[in-house]
């Protein structure tokens, strides 16, 4: 991954240093041991939603078939910040496209929620405030695109506060690996292992997307 970049506030404060804790953060989501079925890489962060900002993409690959995709942003405050109630804060979008009865299956929501807390748990990591939401779509086509089958679509919003470790940085590796946990169950991979079996499994998934 590529060095963290200074936001438009450091521009404008005329280049600080990044504060230590940050980049230790970022330089341990560089080492972090990943499932091979999930490709991550680096993109722009966003400028305004903290002093501090560093972000991956990522896929769930099976050959030259995308499963599922989603965006990991670590965010930090030097200062702390009051709704975070801590310095740091990840944010991700997670995507995926089901059959179109189970995205009319009520308990969806919940289920889908259970994946991301499960995955964190799984691993036993510290995090408080969380939020998010989780939201099903689907789409209908006519006309020209009627040949086209119905598709429903999982779309996962959520953020929460790292529990922080020794100098106040946060195990953001492990943070990524159970990210990456819960974008292997939104596609429909087994787990990676025993420590998985508390996440909730969803049956009939969509076939995946090519590329």
Sequence with gaps: MDEPKNTEEDVRD????V??????AVDALRTARLRPQVEVEPIPAPQRLAPYAYAVEATVVDGE???????LVLLHDPAGHEAWRGAFRLV???????EPEMA????????????????????GLGYGEPSGTVTRASSHYFGGLSARPAASQIEIRASWTPREGL???PDTAAHLASWCDLLAQVAGLPPAGPGDASVVTLPQRRGPQSR
């Design 92 to 98: 991700t979008l997670v995507r995926a496209e089901l």
């Design 65 to 71: 078939q995308d499963l599922a995709d989603g965006r």
């Design 167 to 169: 100098g106040g940085v």
């Design 104 to 123: 009319a299956d009520p308990l969806l929501p919940e289920v889908c929620w259970s994946w991301l807390t499960g995955a964190l748990q799984a691993r």
């Design 14 to 17: 005329g280049g600080r240093t």
């Design 19 to 24: 504060p230590p804790p940050f980049r230790a």
